[in-house]
């Protein structure tokens, strides 16, 4: 009898080994999943914020482009403008080489 009783606990115990078993190879594959989203969401962010710097810069361009056209920026105007634009330009080389 107390074998009986040993014999149906440890295939309860293995039973619910299994299930854990299971469980857990289950929650390795959603993580596995989780974090081949998160890096496609990732990507797409960097993407998206490149497109923004892409805007920032031609919104910057019109906006020298009109003043020249109206004649609002001089020469030295003009002058410290590139060379804004020729410091960010250099940031972002350093930053795309690292």
Known sequence: MLNKKIHSDLQAMERKVRLLLAEHQQLKQEVSELRA??????????????????FKNQINISTIAGNLKDGVLDTSGLKVLIDEYISELDKCVTHLSK
């Not at 989203?37 to 892409?54: C, F, G, Y």
């Open 37 to 54: 989203e998160n890096h496609t969401l990732q990507q797409a962010v960097q993407a998206k914020d490149e497109q923004i710097s892409d």
